[in-house]
């Protein structure tokens, strides 16, 4: 993307899919690992999903999204599966991140559900532990792909110890107004461009491209 902002699309799970999403210009792409989601892709499905987004797109960053993975589940979790981010979104704390990054070898972002702006604060602890920060909205009871949003005014002016990407109820229509507001490294999408869950909408994938691509062209 020849924009500065990078964007990430989440959830998806049909190679074919992920193919064409990867050849939009996406940075990354995820692929969800939590079982209790209604776009999970099970171990044995998702290297099919990275190799068809590295066929296409090589730059592009498959990235497996879990929550709270154990020490037993840590052999699908190695880059060697396909995927070049794991994604931790469950409530992981900095150690266990710095030791799961140890472990696993490869870069790991950090998924935190911001619920007040008391919790921005805590995105500090995690500063030298994780390759990145993917702020999401709280939502009781579910992890991510909800649609919900942080409020914007909790992020104005907030000093991020990492790269951070905003995730949550991202659009195409919110892009032009998130951009003015606040500056993450980029932005993350699920069900603000999907169909059903897991199932992407190709042509709103597309405009949120040419949204964020806009965006920089208003920003100079
Ligand atoms: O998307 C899911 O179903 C999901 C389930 C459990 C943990 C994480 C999940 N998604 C992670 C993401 O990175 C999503 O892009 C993020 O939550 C934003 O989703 P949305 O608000 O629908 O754009």
Redesign the pocket.
Known sequence: MASSTQL?I??LRNPQQAAAVARLGVEAI?V?G?P????HVPPELRPALFEAIAAVAPPCAGVL?V?DPGDDDLPALRPERGHRVV?L?GGETPERCRELRQRLGCTVWK?LRIRSPDDLSRAQLYGDHVDAL?L??WVPD???????RIPLEWLEGWIPPRPWWL????APERVAEVLERVSPTGL?????VERA?GDKDLARVAALVEAVRAAARVQG
Do not use: F, W
Request: charge should be neutral.
């Open positions: 990430k989440c959830g995820g969800i939590v209790s989601s209604p776009r999204v929550a994604q979104h998924a993917v999401d909205a579910q992890l991510g792909g909800t649609g919900h995730a949550g109820g991202m993350d999408a699920s069900s603000g869950p």
